[in-house]
């Protein structure tokens, strides 16, 4: 079963930058369409991004779009979500999700593995 771990949350100013890390355990990661996810204090964990196995397909919320780009890389196992021009409300836990069966959604319930969060807070 694959395991994943997030890395790379912190504090940042409003308007900068940080790229959070999720790295998988496992020799099948390429075949897992990934995403991240995120769930502020009081709400609903909510969709940000989402990439295919081979990295050619990729899709946003519209919250985020032009500002994060997610990538990754199957040599090492590890998806990226790369945010830029951070504002306040971005503030959460990043969760990444791996979708075993390799479908692409911005859906929660197609998601079968789910790591363990990485706090991103963005001051004002």
């Known amino acids: 079963q694959v395991q994943l771990v997030e890395s790379g949350g912190g504090l940042v100013q409003a308007g900068g930058s940080l790229r959070v890390s999720c790295a998988a355990s496992?020799?099948?990661?390429?075949?897992?369409?990934m995403g991240w996810f995120r769930q502020a204090p009081g709400k609903e964990r909510e969709f940000v991004a989402t990439?295919?196995?081979?990295?050619?397909?990729?899709n946003y919320a519209d919250s985020v779009k032009g500002r994060f780009t997610i990538s990754r890389d199957n040599a090492k196992n590890t998806v990226y979500l790369q945010m830029n021009s951070l504002k306040p409300e971005d503030t959460a836990v990043y969760f990444c999700?791996?979708?075993?069966?390799?479908?692409?959604?911005?859906?929660?319930?197609?998601?079968?593995?789910w790591g363990q969060g990485t706090q991103v807070t963005v001051s004002s």
């Open positions: 999700a791996a979708e075993i069966t390799g479908g692409v959604s911005n859906q929660r319930y197609e998601y079968d593995v």
């Open positions: 990439i295919s196995g081979g990295g050619g397909l990729t």
């Open positions: 496992g020799r099948t990661f390429s075949n897992y369409a």
